[in-house]
C-alpha cells in the first residue's frame, strides 16, 4: 500500500526540516535572541585559527562493546517495531580510558537481508536524531527502499539524551527566551543583560573545561564507534543542514569507514569572509521574506494579503513592539515573538499560509498563532520545558570552532547589512559588530570552550557522496554545497534544487529519488543535476462525487494544520472540515456516506497520535484518498500543538487528502 506510506510519511515528517526540527537546523540564528547571549546577526560561520578544537586522540583505541539493541523505554519511541540501545564512550579522546558519557540510539532494523546502517542527523547542531529516527527512520526507510538497511538515529553527544547540556534551568529559559531588543525601560534592559551573561556563567560554573570536548569532530569519533559497534566495516550516512558538516567531518576523519553519504541542504563554516559570515543568512532569509511577501501580495486567499505585504508586516511588528498582547498564559506577545515566527515559517513554503494566518490574527489581538509557530522554533513545550536544542547548539558551536570573527570596518558593513538586509539585519548595531569583551570575542566562545577551529573538509575515500543546496534556501544557501562539494573532491557530486525552503528529503520527488540511489544502491547523479519543484496535484475528477454528513462543515481554510503534518500541495490535493462530532464518530459517520457513494475502505492506519484516527478508502475510478479526524485532545500533543491556536475549540478537524500513486 504505497499510498498508505505515504500519508504516514505526510503525518510523521512533521517539521523535521524547520529549526529540528528542527529548529534553526543550520546551526545559525536569525532575529532571534536565545539564552546564550549572542544576537542572532553575529552567528554566522567560520573559525579562528589559533588551536586545535579539542584534545588531540592518542593511538590507544577506546574500548567498544557491542550495542545490545532492546525495547525503547523512551515516550519518542513508542512504536514497538523500535529497538533501542545505549553506546558509552569517551568524553575525551585524548584520554579514552577516562570520563565516559553515553550515546542513546535508536533503530529501525532492515527488514530484508541485512547489508548495513544509515546513520541520521537532521541538524541543529543540537537536533535529536534520536527523535528524527523514531518519527522517520520508518518513513524514510520504506520511501527510499531502504528494507535492507538499519535506519538509525542518535542523540550526538551534549543533545537531549546523549549528556545533553543544560546550563540554565527551564525558568531562567523561559524568562529570557522573547526579550525585546529595543528596550524602553531598565527592567527590559536589566533581562537582556542577564540574558548576555547568564549562560556562559552558568555552563563554566557547571561544566568547567569539558565544555571543549562537545565538538562536531568528537561526534564524529562517537559515529565511527557506533560502526564498530554494530559490527559493519562500513556505515551510510544522511544529514540534513548542520549534519552535512557533521557527515563530511566523518567522511574526512574516516574515509575508508564511509559506504556512502547523502548531504542534504549543505552547510560548510570553513572559508567565509568576515563579511560573508554576517551577511550570508541574513541576506538569504531577506530573500525568503520578499518571496514569501510577493506570494502573498499575488494571492488573495492569503490571510495576510495586502497591496503591500512588506509594509502591513512592518507596521504590525512596530504595533507589537509599542503594545504586546498578553497571551492566554500570561506571556507578552512582542516583536520578538513575531520576529521568530516569521523566521520559522520561511524555511519551508509549507509554512507560508501558516505564517500569514497567525500575523492576521495577531494584528486582530490574538497571538496564539505567532506563539506556536516561535515555540515550535524554540523547541518549547506548552508546559514552558525545552529540549536542550539551544542550549547544546552554543556549546557544539563554540567547540567546533564555528564562531564569527570582528569586521575590520565594523562601520561599513553594518552599512551593508542594513542595505541588503532592512528586515532580518536591521536591528543590528555597532555594539553587536565590535563586541562586548576585551578580546574581541563577539562568540563568547572563547569564556565557554577556549580557542577553537573548525575542521578543514577533504575526503580521499571510494564511497560516493551527494551534496544538495536550494537556490532559494534561506537557512543554508547554495554556495555553501558548492564549496562543500569542491572541498570533498572527485566522488562527491553536487545537485541543485530550484525551489524555496531548507531540506528536500521526502519534499521534492526529484531528490528523494537521487538520495534513495545513492544511499541504495550506490548510484551517483550526473554532475550538474538540477531538480526542480515538484508540481501542485490537481483536484481530481471524482472530487465532486464525495459527500459528508450533515454534522460536517462546509471546507474551511486551517493552513496551521497542514503546516503541523508536513502537507503540501505538491504531495497531494487535500481539504479540510470541522465536525462536532469525536474524531471515531466523524469516521464512522463518513463510511456510511462514502459507502453509499461508492467508495470502498481498504485500510486504517495507526498514525500512532491521540485522538487521531484515520481511514483510506478507493474512489469509484480506484485511486486513493485517506480520512485523517483529529479529535480536540490531538492538537494538545507534541505532533500537532503548532495547529492549536487554529482550530475552533471543541471540534474535530477532518482532512481527506488525494495521494496519486
Not at 134 to 160: C, K, Y
Not at 415 to 432: C, N
Not at 500 to 520: K, N, P, R, W
Not at 595 to 621: C, E, M, N, R, W
Request: glycine share 10%; charged share 20%; net charge negative.
Amino acid at each position: 500500500m504505497r499510498a498508505q506510506r505515504r500519508v504516514l510519511g505526510i503525518i510523521l515528517l512533521t517539521g523535521a526540516f524547520i529549526a529540528a526540527g528542527c529548529t534553526s537546523d543550520s546551526g545559525v540564528q536569525v532575529k532571534d535572541r536565545t539564552t546564550t547571549g549572542e544576537t542572532v546577526t553575529s552567528e554566522t560561520v567560520t573559525g579562528d585559527t589559533t588551536e586545535p578544537t579539542d584534545s588531540t586522540p592518542t593511538t590507544d583505541d577506546p574500548v567498544v562493546d557491542s550495542l545490545d539493541w532492546g525495547t525503547c523505554t523512551d515516550e519518542s519511541a513508542s512504536d514497538p517495531s523500535l529497538e533501542c540501545a545505549t553506546l558509552t564512550v569517551p568524553l575525551d579522546y585524548g584520554d579514552p580510558t577516562g570520563e565516559t558519557i553515553d550515546i542513546a540510539l535508536v533503530r529501525v532494523p532492515a527488514t530484508g537481508d541485512r547489508t548495513g546502517a544509515i546513520l541520521l542527523n537532521p541538524g541543529g547542531p543540537g537536533g535529536s536524531g534520536f527523535e528524527f529516527g523514531a518519527n522517520n527512520g520508518g518513513v524514510i526507510q520504506s520511501e527510499l527502499g531502504l528494507d535492507n538497511f538499519d535506519i538509525v538515529g542518535f542523540d550526538p553527544r551534549g543533545v537531549d539524551r546523549s549528556n545533553g547540556i543544560r546550563c540554565v534551568d527551564d525558568a531562567f529559559q523561559d524568562k529570557h527566551l522573547y526579550l525585546d531588543d529595543t528596550p524602553d525601560t531598565p527592567e527590559e534592559q536589566q533581562l537582556l543583560d542577564e540574558g548576555d551573561t547568564g549562560f556562559n556563567k552558568a555552563c563554566t560554573a557547571k561544566y568547567g573545561d569539558t565544555l571543549k570536548f562537545y565538538s562536531t569532530e568528537n561526534t564524529a569519533r562517537d559515529m565511527d564507534l557506533i560502526r564498530q559497534a554494530m559490527g559493519d566495516d562500513q556505515i551510510s550516512y544522511l544529514g540534513i543542514s548542520y549534519g552535512t558538516y557533521l557527515g563530511a567531518v566523518y567522511a574526512t576523519l574516516f574515509p575508508d569507514n564511509l559506504r556512502a553519504a547523502v548531504l542534504d541542504s549543505a552547510y560548510e563554516p570553513n572559508g567565509d569572509t568576515v563579511e560573508e559570515q554576517y551577511l550570508t543568512q541574513l541576506v538569504g532569509f531577506e530573500g525568503a521574506f520578499n518571496e514569501w511577501a510577493k506570494w502573498c501580495q499575488d494571492d488573495d486567499t492569503c490571510a495576510f494579503h495586502a497591496a503591500d505585504v512588506g509594509a502591513r508586516w512592518d507596521a504590525l511588528r512596530q504595533q507589537l513592539d509599542d503594545q504586546p498582547v498578553t497571551a492566554a498564559d500570561g506571556r507578552e506577545g512582542n516583536q520578538a515573538v513575531m520576529d521568530t515566527a516569521t523566521t520559522a515559517a520561511l524555511y519551508s513554503e509549507s509554512e507560508w499560509p501558516v505564517l500569514a494566518d497567525a500575523l492576521a490574527k495577531a494584528e486582530a489581538g490574538d497571538v496564539a498563532g505567532i506563539f506556536a509557530l516561535a515555540d515550535n522554533y524554540e523547541q518549547r513545550s506548552p508546559d514552558g520545558t525545552f529540549s536542550t536544542l539551544f542550549q547544546s547548539f552554543s556549546i557544539i558551536r563554540c567547540a567546533s570552532g564555528i564562531r564569527t570573527q570582528p569586521p575590520t570596518d565594523a562601520q561599513a558593513l553594518l552599512d551593508k547589512i542594513h542595505q541588503q538586509a532592512p528586515r532580518f539585519g536591521g536591528d543590528v548595531t555597532l555594539e553587536d559588530l565590535t563586541g562586548k569583551n576585551k578580546d574581541g570575542d563577539i562568540s563568547g566562545c572563547n569564556e565557554l570552550t577556549g580557542p577553537t577551529t573548525p575542521v578543514e573538509l577533504s575526503y580521499s575515500g571510494d564511497g560516493p557522496i551527494v551534496v544538495v543546496g536550494g537556490t532559494n534556501d534561506p537557512a543554508t544557501p547554495i554556495r555553501w554545497a558548492e564549496e562543500m562539494t569542491k572541498a570533498l573532491g572527485s566522488n562527491a557530486t553536487m545537485v541543485t534544487f530550484t525551489g524555496e525552503g531548507h531540506g528536500q528529503l521526502l519534499a521534492s520527488t526529484c531528490v528523494t529519488d537521487i538520495e534513495a540511489a545513492m544511499l541504495a544502491d550506490l548510484t551517483s547523479p550526473d554532475p550538474g543535476t538540477v531538480c526542480d519543484p515538484d508540481p501542485a496535484i490537481e483536484q481530481p475528477a471524482w472530487w465532486g462525487n464525495l459527500v459528508f454528513p450533515a454534522d460536517f462543515s462546509d471546507v474551511v481554510s486551517l493552513p496551521a494544520v497542514n503546516g503541523a503534518l508536513g502537507l503540501t500541495d505538491t504531495q497531494g490535493y487535500a481539504e479540510i472540515r470541522t465536525t462536532p462530532l469525536g474524531e471515531q464518530a466523524a469516521l464512522d459517520e463518513l463510511d456510511k456516506a462514502l459507502t453509499d457513494a461508492g467508495f470502498q475502505p481498504v485500510a486504517h492506519p495507526d498514525l500512532k497520535i491521540d485522538g487521531v484516527v484515520a481511514t483510506t478508502y478507493l474512489s469509484p475510478t480506484g485511486e486513493p484518498i485517506v480520512f485523517i479526524a483529529m479529535g480536540p485532545t490531538a492538537f494538545d500533543t507534541e505532533d500537532l500543538s503548532g495547529a492549536k491556536a487554529s482550530v475552533p475549540p471543541g471540534q474535530t478537524v477532518v482532512l481527506y487528502v488525494y495521494l496519486p500513486q
